[in-house]
């Protein structure tokens, strides 16, 4: 028999044992072109919490009643697919089931190269490989930079702080338990590991990168990303890859959600002019150019009086004035 | 006489009239080496708030008793400096007082080019510069994308969303009056207005962005910038260059602030695996070596039986499995 675990109610908060339904139906038969799995090992990874959701996100939600959603290290047992032959072993995506069948899309023979099967779901899977690009691509770590990790001794976070420390930086590791902290700095090699259920985290954060933070790799966003703000030096560069601490929400947070950054692969970036003189000659003649040709009109808000200044200012953070505002002096 | 405006105790919210000290003193005479500049017109600009503020941004606070400080248009009164004869007029840096002292440094010459001399203070000063170079360098908006900016009818925003028309792009402002949403339609030229005080944000921009917002200029940060991140597209690009409304707060915002984003010019961006296959095989290639070498060590969590799923899976969003989580299946 084929045991399914099934979407029986969309979680509200933190998922419970009965949102999940298990039935047991029978083994299905590959048709022609199909090949039957057999599913070895199933990965469970957190993104699968937005998958129980009723919102759309980078992928559609699982429906009630379906399959819940997974990859997996599955046996070919039966194939009448060219590709594929009974007995090898592939990484799938067949979902919480002990068998399913497969049109041979998506499928990929595992070459373990000496390391358990199971490392194609971790390490050298989807979560390795977030961890690299994410933290090469976005966060470009430079040797004797400061990188912060947040669930530093998970499936990512536990790649992407080795990798920045193979990069040469200094690296800051983020854990919930004294013993994954040990393991952070002992087994992983971070240089330190901030346990964030008993830190004040600004002070942790304060002693541990005494220089401020370069690359934060976040896989929580929440209230670790709001303290790591108040520790990032200039040109700090944050990948957004995991919502940990907004997974199980209720209700909206407060204040800016970043969940549609992610989910949007958008970026915000802060700006400041002084960054920029090397467009200096391009602004200058091009805006001249486009308000000569009428292209950019131009409003003023002219006020008299050095005395009035003050009360200007005061109303121009009201959004009082009505065009650039400046003060004819006598 | 000099009329000088100083800065006579730092705001606690809003300035008020007696955060400023209005004095008038001798108007001084200058040095070998030094010029004597008089001030024709003093540019507000909200950055001025943040000098008034005790904590450290980008640039150092002002000292109680300083000058408050501001870009001018000045005079040249009395020279003896080489580079600069009496009756020239200057951009330079004077702030807010009738006469200041110069040894030169930051000065430069304006030419009018046929526009009032105040554009200097801001379609071709520094504010114009902001709207340029932060709309071209990282917003970076193609034809037929929608553009939205905030404080629209401002110094910077009236010139970033007109040089996205010149883009080709869709623009939509937010103000903060019908008059100014009339002006920023009318006479720039954008193609729609949401008044901030009047107007659902989401529902208004939903109307006025019926392909979401691909740029979003952001002249104020919190509630508008909240918003805005619910109707983001993929690959949105958000230029974060003010911070309007929490300059004059008294606390801490609730939620992430974004202040230290735009102070450091640093960038949160968000991730997804699957935008970089094309790194696939570096990322397979250099993990597997690494482990070969030992330089990653990776831990994993292996629970038996399908059935098991539903309650590791539970624990994984509590952070309860230590290394990257499995299911091994019969």
Redesign the interface.
Same mark, same amino acid.
Request: with cysteine.
């Given at each position: 028999m084929n045991?399914q675990?099934l979407l029986a109610r969309r979680p509200a908060g933190? /998922?419970?044992?009965d949102?999940?339904h298990?039935v047991r139906t029978p083994v299905p038969e590959p048709g022609e072109g199909q090949l039957l799995l057999?599913?070895?090992?199933?990965?469970? &990874? /957190?993104y699968?919490?937005g998958r129980m959701s009723p919102s759309k996100s980078?992928a559609a939600p699982m429906a009630i009643g379906d399959v819940?959603v997974g990859g997996t290290v599955s046996e070919v047992v039966a194939s009448r697919h060219p590709g594929f032959a009974a007995g090898e072993t592939v990484l799938a995506y067949a979902g919480?089931?002990?068998y399913a069948l497969s049109n041979g899309a998506g499928l990929r023979n595992i070459d373990p #190269?000496?390391? /358990?099967i199971?490392?194609a779901?971790?390490?050298?899977g989807?979560?390795?490989?977030?961890a690299?690009? #994410?933290l090469?691509?976005?966060g470009k770590p430079k040797a004797g930079e400061t990188v912060v990790v947040s669930?530093a001794?998970?499936?990512v976070g536990? +790649?992407a702080g080795?990798?920045a420390k193979?990069a040469g930086c200094r690296v800051v590791g983020i854990a919930?338990?004294n013993?994954?902290c040990a393991?952070v700095t002992e087994?992983?090699?971070f240089d330190a590991c901030i346990n964030r259920r008993t830190a004040d985290l600004d002070t942790a954060l304060l002693q541990a990168c005494p220089d401020g933070i370069d690359v934060y790799y &976040?896989n929580t966003?929440g209230k670790i990303? &709001?303290a790591v703000?108040?520790h990032? +030096?200039?040109?700090?560069?944050? /990948?957004? +890859?995991g919502l940990?601490e907004h997974?199980?929400a209720t209700q909206a947070?407060?204040?800016?959600?970043?969940g549609?950054?992610?989910?949007?692969?958008?970026?915000?970036?802060?700006?400041?002019?002084?960054?920029?003189e090397a467009?200096?000659a391009?602004?200058?003649r091009? +805006?001249?150019s486009?308000?000569?040709e009428g292209?950019?009109?131009?409003?003023?808000d002219?006020?008299d009086g050095?005395?009035n200044?003050?009360?200007?200012?005061?109303g121009?953070?009201?959004?009082e004035?009505?065009?650039?505002?400046?003060?004819?002096?006598?």
């Open positions: 045991t675990v933190e /998922p419970q044992p949102d999940f298990i057999r599913t070895r090992f199933l990965s469970l &990874d /957190p699968m919490r980078y819940m919480w089931q002990s #190269a000496g390391f /358990p199971t490392y779901l971790g390490v050298l989807m979560p390795g490989q977030t690299y690009c #994410a090469l691509d976005i669930a001794s998970g499936a536990s +790649v080795q990798i193979i919930g338990t013993e994954k393991y087994t992983l090699g &976040d966003a990303l &709001d703000l108040r990032i +030096v200039a040109g700090a560069r944050i /990948p957004l +890859v940990i997974y199980n947070p407060a204040g800016p959600f970043l549609p950054l992610l989910v949007n692969r958008a970026k915000i970036e802060g700006f400041l002019v002084s960054d920029h467009h200096a391009a602004f200058l091009e +805006v001249t486009w308000l000569r292209r950019i009109r131009y409003r003023e002219i006020v050095l005395e200044a003050p009360r200007a200012l005061i121009l953070l009201r959004g004035n009505f065009g650039k505002l400046s003060v004819r002096c006598a």
